[in-house]
């Protein structure tokens, strides 16, 4: 350990005045691990049977935190910097929009994911945060309508990113069995680290793999677990952005009907671009599918008691479908 830091806390512990303390330079303030040190070895009464007295705490801590945020210049740059590379725990309450409050929140059912909110991969993937078109629609298989099309049923996500549908269809909806998929190899390996943190590593209840949209399927893996584990419903979050990836998608969604024509899709978005959900809708009805909106409007955010998102964006969910032929 830096022996600023060192110094410091033999200061810290022996009460010297806030005044004559040897304060850390601003490089070791603004780096997150030594913030982490600092509270450990200083303020954490768990890990420190002989603190100084709160009162000479709180005179230290106050100008402590001035420091450190003065360390920070560029918020921009501190976040590309060390932020990128942060894995956060993020905890979902999977609660049904206006159900009542628990009485022991402790119980409340939950998601927690390990997440990197401000990283986006190489491939461009945006896969290792949760997004506000997922939470939308977790909101909705949470409801009545939404949880029929889960329950006792075998699930395909298509790009599942953080695994938060697929999860959540798995531990709380009743799925009978689902496969969560994703088309970049870091974000399916992150994917499985949550599902341990979900107890979901083990058994058959939910399997993961790397499937990349517009490769024909039959002969694949995708046909052997579908023969397993006949497809009833498949969801996708926030995979209609990209312009340029939607004709693959729908190329797929073609050849998931070719192998199961009773399939119902379930595709939530958030329209940050009119042309580009337009240019997925189209494509969808060239294709011969039936395209319904589903009725389901979020709260806004004051409003919100559960799986809390920004609205200001308009978010939309297409139940997706095959026309008899």
Same mark, same amino acid.
């Given at each position: ?202 058994? *058959? !209840?939910?399997?993961?793999?790397? $499937? /990349?949209?517009?490769?024909? +399927?039959?002969?694949?893996?995708? #046909? ?53 959900? *337009? !240019?997925?809708?189209?494509?969808? $009805? /060239?294709?011969?599918?039936? +395209?319904?909106?589903?009725?389901? #409007? ?28």
């Amino acid at each position: 350990m830096d022996p600023q830091l060192v110094l410091f806390r033999r200061q810290y512990l022996q009460l010297v005045e806030p005044d004559f303390l040897a304060w850390p330079p601003k490089q070791l303030l603004r780096d997150p691990d030594v913030q982490a040190w600092l509270y450990r070895r200083l303020f954490d009464p768990e890990r420190n049977e002989r603190l100084p007295p709160e009162r000479y705490q709180l005179r230290v801590v106050k100008p402590l935190l001035a420091k450190i945020e003065a360390a920070i210049e560029d918020p921009e740059e501190d976040v590309k910097t060390t932020a990128v590379q942060q894995k956060t725990y993020v905890t979902f309450s999977c609660i049904a929009p206006g159900k009542r409050w628990s009485a022991d929140p402790e119980i409340e059912p939950t998601v927690t994911l390990l997440e990197r909110r401000h990283l986006i991969s190489g491939s461009l993937t945006t896969g290792f945060r949760t997004w506000e078109a997922a939470l939308h629609l977790g909101s909705y298989l949470l409801t009545a309508d939404g949880s029929d099309l889960i329950r006792e049923t075998s699930v395909l996500e298509l790009g599942a990113g953080t695994g938060f549908l697929s999860i959540l269809s798995a531990k709380h909806l009743e799925a009978k069995h689902v496969t969560a998929t994703d088309g970049d190899e870091g974000v399916v390996e992150a994917l499985r680290e949550n599902l341990y943190l979900n107890g979901l590593d083990h058994g *058959e !209840t939910i399997v993961t793999s790397i $499937l /990349r949209w517009g490769r024909g +399927l039959k002969g694949t893996w995708v #046909e052997e677990d579908c023969e397993a584990w006949p497809y009833d419903t498949v969801i996708g979050a926030d995979i209609t952005y990209d312009k340029a990836g939607i004709s693959a998608l729908v190329a797929t969604l073609r050849f998931l009907f070719d192998m199961r024509p009773e399939l119902k899709v379930i595709i939530s978005g958030a329209v940050r671009n009119a042309e580009t959900f *337009e !240019t997925f809708r189209s494509a969808c $009805l /060239r294709s011969k599918f039936t +395209l319904d909106e589903v009725g389901f #409007e979020p709260n806004t955010m004051r409003e919100q008691t559960a799986l809390f998102y920004a609205t200001a964006v308009p978010l939309k969910i297409l139940k997706i479908t095959r026309e008899a032929s």
